[in-house]
């Protein structure tokens, strides 16, 4: 098409993914493409707009030749409650590919505990996956990992992460409570946690990588280690937490007007599994219209 076109396209599309609209008949007719460009984005968009209509549409995709397509066809079926799409999501989970970590995010959340458990202690067998384990512990949330994670703070490659997936379980800060190493040369804030709406395009599974634990602080052991001598009879063996709280509706709630960002996507994820057919909440968009559609929605 003409590149006016081609730019009203993009424009239209970004103000979808802003403002979580359903384009109906559009997003059906594009989950019909044969173009493997746009047909990913449809079956993204189809399980973050929780259009369950569409679900039959999205399942016809789950043995697709191309990865993209099998992918999001296996995330938004299991977004859309299709648990039977959970093995084809852990595939993606357990390999090396562009849309590991988002798998993970998705599929160790459904997962019942024993098999979630199966699937780290997977991970952590392969040394070369150890930062993928220390990631899968932080977002399955059950404290039991926590003693592991602080033996991870004394590995300089992977500290910070294992300090990350710790902050996720307990809802500690380590950088407000200064319980971070100060490192001598620090590394610009990048400010890539303040989203604009420019920026709300859904390609960004290119963009995974090492790069992500940058801006992520590096524990300070000893004092990490009085902090869990003090607080570890907070929490309970066996119980899923985020933040601190043991995950809920109502704290998934809380965690999107308090927490870091990427505590508010694994929220925002969590609010999706326990209400499949809803739609994903956009913790890109500008804060003031955060606010306005969670008050809309606890309203």
């Not at 397509?69 to 079926?77: D, G, L, M, Y």
């Not at 039977?84 to 988002?102: M, P, Y």
């Not at 300070?220 to 063996?237: L, V």
Request: some cysteine.
């Amino acid at each position: 098409p003409p590149s006016s076109t081609r730019v009203g396209i993009r424009r239209q599309r970004q103000m979808c993914i802003r403002d979580r609209a359903n384009p109906g008949r559009h997003l059906e007719k594009a989950l019909q493409s044969e173009d493997v460009l746009q047909l990913p984005r449809a079956l993204k968009a189809a399980g973050e707009l929780g259009a369950v209509s569409s679900l039959p549409l999205v399942q016809k995709y789950l043995e697709h030749a191309d990865d993209a397509c099998r992918f999001q066809a296996a995330r938004s079926a299991v977004l859309l409650g299709d648990r039977s799409a959970v093995k084809l999501l852990s595939l993606f989970a357990l390999t090396d590919n562009i849309f590991r970590r988002k798998a993970m995010d998705v599929v160790l959340r459904v997962m019942e505990p024993p098999d979630a458990q199966k699937m780290i202690r997977q991970m952590a067998a392969d040394k070369s996956h150890l930062r993928f384990a220390l990631i899968a512990s932080g977002i399955q949330g059950d404290p039991v990992y926590l003693p592991a994670l602080m033996r991870q703070f004394e590995n300089e490659e992977v500290a910070q992460v294992a300090g990350e997936s710790f902050e996720m379980i307990t809802g500690l800060n380590m950088f407000r409570e200064s319980l971070e190493v100060i490192p001598e040369n620090p590394v610009p804030d990048s400010g890539q946690e303040d989203a604009k709406e420019n920026d709300l395009e859904d390609d960004e599974d290119e963009k995974e990588g090492l790069k992500e634990d940058m801006g992520l602080v590096f524990p300070d052991i000893d004092k990490m280690s009085t902090w869990f001598e003090e607080n570890k009879g907070r929490f309970n063996a066996g119980q899923r937490y985020l933040c601190g709280l043991p995950v809920s509706v109502e704290s998934c709630f809380g965690i999107l007007r308090t927490g870091q960002q990427r505590q508010r996507q694994a929220a925002a994820l969590e609010l999706v599994i326990a209400q499949p057919g809803s739609v994903l909440f956009e913790t890109r968009a500008k804060g003031r219209r955060q606010l306005r559609l969670l008050a809309k929605k606890q309203g």
